[in-house]
């Protein structure tokens, strides 16, 4: 299994992490970055699962004040090696975050790098997805991963004819989330990853997400998680 997203150094222990995720399976996984400035290196981890990495300014830590120095950093963490994508980006509509002009304008300009540099993004859009979609159509960018997609069903289609992947996390364990669960089943095979998001959703639980999401579609967890470990390296490249 890939785990398609992770944010490993804000788990406890992150060696423990990555030998539990190890444990169940898990062969490889993203670990996404929320502010370039400040994002830690990863201690020394397990030989497995593979980690991948990705930078971006998560719109929870776009800044008026500092967007030129963030955009900097970003810009020399992408060197990094072992990067493999831009992200998070995107936009959070929800209460107490960043105004909305400062959140559009940080998307905006990393779209635009992530195409510059080839690279796929991750975007994280909460309550602000037509408008996120329609960020991602104006620019360059054609590749990318809707993390924690929450549905709604009717935003598959166009993800998917921008080129995006459609990556189901821990929310899908919840009974009440009508809209993603109702969701899911309608997701192409060959658009569909999973994630723990960890730590919202400890690593080794990425099996409990392929289960829901294999009886959601009708189909066995094995597949489920050999199409997501496909789709995973497709769009990460790796
Ligand atoms: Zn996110």
Redesign the pocket.
């Known amino acids: 299994m890939i785990d398609a997203l992770v944010h490993l150094e804000r788990c406890d222990d992150p060696t423990r992490a990555a030998e539990q995720a190890a444990r169940v399976g898990v062969s490889a996984m993203l670990c996404a970055g929320v502010d370039p400035r400040t994002d830690r290196p990863l201690p020394p981890l397990p030989a497995s699962p593979e980690v991948h990495r990705a930078f971006g300014i998560?719109p929870e830590a776009a800044s008026e004040r500092d967007l030129a120095e963030q955009l900097a950093a970003l810009a020399r963490r992408l060197d990094e090696p072992g990067v493999v994508a831009l992200g998070?980006c995107g936009l959070d509509a929800r209460e107490g975050m960043p105004p909305k002009e400062i959140q559009v304008r940080a998307l905006t300009v990393q779209l635009a790098l992530a195409a510059e540099r080839g690279l796929p993004v991750i975007l994280?859009l909460v309550r602000a997805h037509a408008r996120g979609l329609a960020l991602v159509e104006e620019s360059q960018v054609r590749a990318g991963v809707w993390?924690?997609f929450a549905g709604p069903r009717e935003a598959i289609a166009p993800a998917v004819r921008l080129g995006l992947f459609l990556s189901v996390g821990g929310l899908v364990l919840n009974q009440r989330a009508k809209r993603l669960r109702e969701a899911v089943p309608h997701i192409p095979a060959d658009r569909l990853l999973v994630e723990t998001?960890a730590p919202e959703l400890p690593p080794e639980r990425l099996v409990d997400v392929v289960a829901e999401v294999a009886r959601l579609r009708g189909e066995q967890p094995i597949d489920v998680a050999r199409r997501a470990e496909d789709n995973a390296r497709a769009v990460y490249r790796r």
């Open positions: 998560h998070e994280h993390h924690g998001d």
